[in-house]
């Protein structure tokens, strides 16, 4: 993110080196496609993997400039997106129960439910059973959020798509009409987070660089032109 208008940036950087390639002005498609379309035919041959974010524009981008390439979503983003699902859910649940119901405000620990299951301490599990207990809608989104987590714990990449299919169709089984689109969401890129299963290619590299780039801002109290970051 630059400046005060909500720009946003685009780093492209090598996931075997660690080393930023370049910094796109904007996060739009076409400004992706033409840096990927102006590449060498030397470079491309050579690219086998990109990690990319849950974004559809980003995802065409890459297969239409670089058909050969097997495209992995980062599997940070996919659980990013559960747990803003969950908190969608959670909200909506808040506002039944002061607007709806008429039992004041009701506030569900959103950084609770954030939380790892694995990484829950003393008695925050019991409180988890208690929360998703009180609100059935919560306690669904939680438990498809746990299990996506859990098919990257898988062995295999068979183990993994068996599993997410089961999940898919367990959503599409709910009353829930949030959850259908969220089940619609990973049946469209499940090829790509499947593909993580080939080599476990992450987008971390980036990451890393993104909080280097922000320490970078905050000491110098802000820069304006992204091109010092490469």
């Given at each position: 993110h630059l400046g005060k208008k909500n720009k946003y940036l685009v780093t492209i950087a090598n996931l075997l080196t660690g080393k930023p390639i370049?910094?796109?002005p904007n996060d739009k498609q076409?400004?992706?496609r033409t840096f990927l379309r102006d590449l060498p035919d030397t470079v491309k041959d050579t690219v086998e993997e990109v990690?990319?974010?849950m974004r559809k524009s980003f995802l065409t981008a890459v297969a239409k400039e670089l058909p050969r390439t097997r495209i992995v979503i980062d599997h940070f983003h996919v659980i990013q997106d559960a747990n803003r699902r969950v908190n969608e859910a959670r909200k909506i649940e808040e506002d039944v129960e002061e607007k709806?119901?008429?039992?004041?405000p009701r506030k569900i620990p959103w950084k609770l439910l954030s939380r790892n299951k694995e990484d829950l301490k003393g008695n925050q599990e019991k409180l988890i059973g208690y929360y998703c207990h009180m609100f059935p809608a919560v306690a669904i989104f939680y438990a498809c959020k746990e299990k996506l987590r859990d098919i990257y714990k898988a062995q295999t990449k068979q183990e993994a798509e068996r599993l997410l299919k089961t999940l898919i169709v367990?959503?599409?089984r709910s009353?829930?009409?949030e959850l259908g689109l969220w089940a619609k969401s990973l049946t469209f890129y499940s090829p790509y987070i499947l593909n993580y299963f080939d080599n476990q290619t992450t987008n971390a590299v980036t990451e890393?660089?993104?909080r280097k780039f922000k320490l970078i801002q905050r000491q110098?109290?802000?820069f304006r032109n992204p091109e010092v970051y490469a």
């Amino acid at each position: 993110h630059l400046g005060k208008k909500n720009k946003y940036l685009v780093t492209i950087a090598n996931l075997l080196t660690g080393k930023p390639i370049h910094i796109l002005p904007n996060d739009k498609q076409q400004t992706l496609r033409t840096f990927l379309r102006d590449l060498p035919d030397t470079v491309k041959d050579t690219v086998e993997e990109v990690c990319i974010d849950m974004r559809k524009s980003f995802l065409t981008a890459v297969a239409k400039e670089l058909p050969r390439t097997r495209i992995v979503i980062d599997h940070f983003h996919v659980i990013q997106d559960a747990n803003r699902r969950v908190n969608e859910a959670r909200k909506i649940e808040e506002d039944v129960e002061e607007k709806i119901n008429g039992n004041g405000p009701r506030k569900i620990p959103w950084k609770l439910l954030s939380r790892n299951k694995e990484d829950l301490k003393g008695n925050q599990e019991k409180l988890i059973g208690y929360y998703c207990h009180m609100f059935p809608a919560v306690a669904i989104f939680y438990a498809c959020k746990e299990k996506l987590r859990d098919i990257y714990k898988a062995q295999t990449k068979q183990e993994a798509e068996r599993l997410l299919k089961t999940l898919i169709v367990e959503m599409k089984r709910s009353e829930y009409a949030e959850l259908g689109l969220w089940a619609k969401s990973l049946t469209f890129y499940s090829p790509y987070i499947l593909n993580y299963f080939d080599n476990q290619t992450t987008n971390a590299v980036t990451e890393g660089l993104h909080r280097k780039f922000k320490l970078i801002q905050r000491q110098a109290y802000g820069f304006r032109n992204p091109e010092v970051y490469a």
